[in-house]
């Protein structure tokens, strides 16, 4: 099973209504991204069957871009509460992710998708200090099946795309 954990891409500073969950991906972050779905394509060799955003809008618009690069044709993004900004760690949802098997994307939020990325890889030394507005890391379940997998410490970091 492959996990890629991204941070949104970089945004503007405020949005039309004021509220930091309406800031969109500045240009800037809409390039950089782009250039992570197309090496995300070509590393994961195939579409993504399932990708999961924050329910802010530049999470949205991160989610959509690379779903529109390397998604599963019809499948629709999968926006989850657990993915905002001061949220608890969602293991549960990378659980349930490792219980079926599916390879997935998450797309959220500094500094929760490198504290989730420390708690799963068992060597942390293979993880950038920080994740920068559009980087995305892959994990692999070092579990020969992904059913009996453990989440906390059982990935391997696997890439890193840096903008």
């Known amino acids: 099973m492959h996990l890629y954990v991204m941070r949104h891409g970089a945004a503007e500073d ?3 209504t ?3 969950r309406d800031r969109p991906l500045s240009s800037r972050g809409r390039a950089d991204v782009e250039r992570a779905a197309a090496q995300l394509r070509d590393a994961h060799g195939g579409p993504l069957p399932r990708i999961l955003a924050s329910p802010y809008l530049r999470t949205r618009e991160t989610a959509e871009i690379v779903a529109s690069v390397v998604g599963s044709p019809g499948a629709e ?3 989850r509460d657990e993915l905002a900004p001061d949220e608890d760690l969602p293991l549960p949802l990378v659980r349930s992710l490792v219980e079926t098997g599916e390879d997935a994307l998450l797309v959220g939020h500094h500094p929760m998708v490198i504290t ?3 708690a799963l890889v068992r060597d942390v030394g293979e993880l950038p200090l920080g994740l920068h ?3 995305l890391v892959g994990v692999r379940s ?3 099946r992904a ?3 453990h989440v906390t410490g059982g990935f391997a970091a696997m890439l890193v795309w840096k903008p």
Do not use: F, N, V, W
């Open 14 to 16: 405020s949005s039309p």
């Open 18 to 20: 004021g509220k930091d």
């Open 77 to 79: 993004i999968d926006l």
């Open 116 to 118: 989730l990325l420390r």
């Open 133 to 135: 507005p559009g980087m």
């Open 142 to 144: 070092l579990a020969a």
């Open 147 to 149: 059913a009996k997998a």
